[in-house]
């Protein structure tokens, strides 16, 4: 598919969302009913990309100081990003604007900083960004 039939199919999903006027689908954990909300999570993902999660039991203060964290990250000179700039999906802390800059027939910039410790569970705050770590430890 030529980046012409690429950009005509976004814009045709773009407008299919648009007309739903329906805004972020939102997926609730307060029922408990874990098969059905794993359905949900499934449908989400392959159906919708994007959708908010509320009920998770995860503490509003924290999500405000990951919040600040990202920001004091992505706020700040541009040096820190290029330290931590990587497309290798095994590091544990990276910075990236495009994950799939070498596959995609466009290129879509999203600049993400990634703390992965799902595998192990284990992160030493010595690897997160100092201008952040204090906020993320």
């Known amino acids: 598919m030529g980046s012409g039939g ?7 999903e773009l407008k299919a969302f648009d007309d739903t006027k329906l805004g972020v689908k939102v997926i609730d954990l307060a029922s408990g009913r874990c098969e059905e909300i794993v359905n949900q999570i499934l449908h989400a993902s392959s159906e919708w990309g994007l959708f908010q999660v509320v009920n998770h039991g995860v503490p509003v203060e924290l999500l405000d100081r990951m919040m600040v964290g990202s920001r004091l990250f992505h706020e ?5 990003e ?11 802390v990276k910075f990236s604007s495009n994950y799939d800059l070498y596959k995609s ?8 900083l990634t703390i992965d410790n799902l595998f192990d569970g284990h992160l030493d705050p010595n690897d997160l960004p100092v201008i952040s770590r204090s906020v993320f430890s």
């Open 105 to 112: 027939q466009t290129t879509n910039w999203r600049d993400t």
């Open 82 to 92: 290029k330290d931590f700039y990587s497309l290798d999906k095994r590091k544990k």
């Open 6 to 12: 690429f950009e005509n199919e976004r814009i045709r």
């Open 76 to 80: 700040g000179d541009g040096e820190t």
